[in-house]
């Protein structure tokens, strides 16, 4: 199954600054997937990230706040902007390099704290 | 649309007895998969078990066990022989068959393991 590293691992920050999450898988994927787990709770899909094209966002999640790059089929980034209290989570990116049948594969984690 | 649905409470279990994680699921897809991801306090997201939906026999990995009653739409996780390690939050989740299909998690349970 793919590895992916991901980083930071874990951050604070002042609010309305950004911060920038990287992920770097060790194959090539077509579809990224950044994930939000707000303290306590499921993890919820922010956006699905793919090569050559423009995220596409779930309901709830703009494009302006949550900002997504994905330059290869190796790499992508996530940028909080403007961060407030309510944006402490724990993001998590996520790959299916087997079509389902493996498990998705996540990133450790960046567990994130706005003050 | 898709939803997964886990009720239970916080689980307690002594150890080294067996568990089972309930998981209720609703789609009008025929093809679907289903995961089960363990979560420790450390927060990353570590796959255990993966349950097709045409899959006639229940998955096994080790000392997890997927109870799949498709008529039911159930696919409980039952845990075998349970280890102070087994101590986390486990997620039921669900996608479509095939790549790229996105994941959608129930909202999870806690279980803790008594020595």
């Known amino acids: 199954s793919a590895v992916i590293s991901q980083k930071p691992s874990r951050d604070i920050c002042q609010r309305g600054t950004s911060l920038t999450i990287q992920c770097q898988v060790d194959?090539?994927?077509?579809?990224m997937f950044w994930y939000r787990q707000q303290p306590g709770q499921s993890l919820t899909l922010i956006a699905t990230?793919?090569?050559?094209?423009?995220?596409?966002?779930e309901s709830g999640f703009v494009i302006d706040k949550f900002p997504i790059s994905r330059p290869n089929l190796t790499f992508s980034t996530l940028t909080v902007s403007n961060m407030s209290p309510e944006d402490s989570s724990i993001y998590l990116c996520?790959?299916?390099?087997?079509?389902?049948?493996?498990?998705?594969?996540f990133g450790s984690g960046t567990r994130l704290t706005v003050v | 649309a898709q939803k997964i649905t886990q009720t239970q409470p916080g689980m307690f279990v002594q150890e080294k007895e067996a568990v089972t994680l309930d998981c209720t699921y609703d789609t009008s897809d025929q093809s679907y998969g289903l995961f089960w991801y363990k979560q420790p306090s450390s927060g990353e997201m570590i796959f255990l078990i993966y349950q097709g939906s045409y899959d006639e026999q229940n998955a096994t990995e080790g000392r997890y066990s997927l109870n799949f009653q498709k008529a039911r739409k159930s696919a409980n996780l039952v845990i075998s022989a349970s280890q102070l390690g087994d101590s986390a939050m486990y997620f039921c989740?669900?996608?479509?068959?095939?790549?790229?299909?996105?994941?959608?998690f129930g909202k999870g349970i806690t279980l803790s393991v008594r020595p």
């Open positions: 990230a793919n090569q050559g094209s423009e995220a596409t966002y």
């Open positions: 989740a669900m996608s479509f068959t095939g790549a790229n299909s996105k994941l959608t």
């Open positions: 194959s090539q994927v077509t579809m």
């Open positions: 996520s790959v299916d390099p087997a079509g389902g049948f493996f498990g998705y594969t």
